[in-house]
């Protein structure tokens, strides 16, 4: 049972990030070829950061991996995984751009409404699907966020509709984690330390990024 659990949550992931890809060929006013590349790139590092998320859950149990290595990767990833994750392909991501192989800023402003539709399927088929209804409110925030990114699309420039999303995001998290026992992403539940300092790093990495993406 434990592994038709686990090949759901993945074929649900799999559904939610086609969607949004999807999505994105969609809105896009990019040329062809650049959303070719950009959906390509997204989708590699998306499979980087599955990869560092279960190589972050190696690291937090690596006794029991080298005791039994099957029963670690089909023990479900927590939190600190994620943080681990999300480290590691950040690393991966900022050697990349020093190795000059990746756009960085073409690759933030494609991956935004990328992760916007593919949340907010995973959010509808846990509520209508699989009958979960302790996601409705995080479903709720996200069709507020994506008719705001519709609308705005066309009026701010790329980097403030990018920032007012991130904005409104960790904003209605941050409210979320106020109201109920937990928040969660994609079903990683996320502390509240973690959404400020993730915060406070994008931020700053916006409104320096004619320093850093040179």
């Known amino acids: 049972m434990a592994y038709t659990a686990i090949l759901t949550n993945i074929g649900i992931l799999i559904l939610s990030i086609l969607a949004g890809l999807f999505s994105f060929y969609l809105i896009s006013d990019l040329p062809k070829e650049e959303k070719k590349k950009q959906a390509e790139e997204i989708t590699s590092q998306i499979i980087n950061f599955i990869l560092f998320i279960w190589l972050g859950k190696i690291i937090l149990h690596l006794g029991i991996f080298i005791q039994d290595p099957l029963a670690v990767l089909a023990y479900p990833s927590n939190s600190h995984a994620l943080y681990l994750g999300l480290l590691f392909t950040s690393l991966a991501i900022a050697y990349k ?78 409210l979320l984690s106020y109201l109920m026992p937990y928040t969660t992403a994609f079903g990683y539940t996320m502390a509240p330390w973690f959404l400020i300092l993730f915060y406070i790093a994008s931020s700053s990495l916006i409104f320096f990024r004619k320093k850093v993406f040179k």
């Open 97 to 174: 751009k020093y190795k000059q192989k990746i756009e960085v800023s073409s690759f933030i402003l494609s991956f935004v409404p990328v992760f916007l539709v593919a949340s907010f399927v995973y959010e509808f088929i846990e509520v209508v699907w699989r009958d979960n209804f302790y996601h409705w409110k995080y479903l709720t925030l996200l069709l507020i966020l994506l008719g705001a990114y519709l609308i705005l699309h066309n009026r701010l420039s790329k980097w403030k509709l990018i920032w007012v999303t991130l904005t409104g995001w960790i904003a209605g998290q941050l």
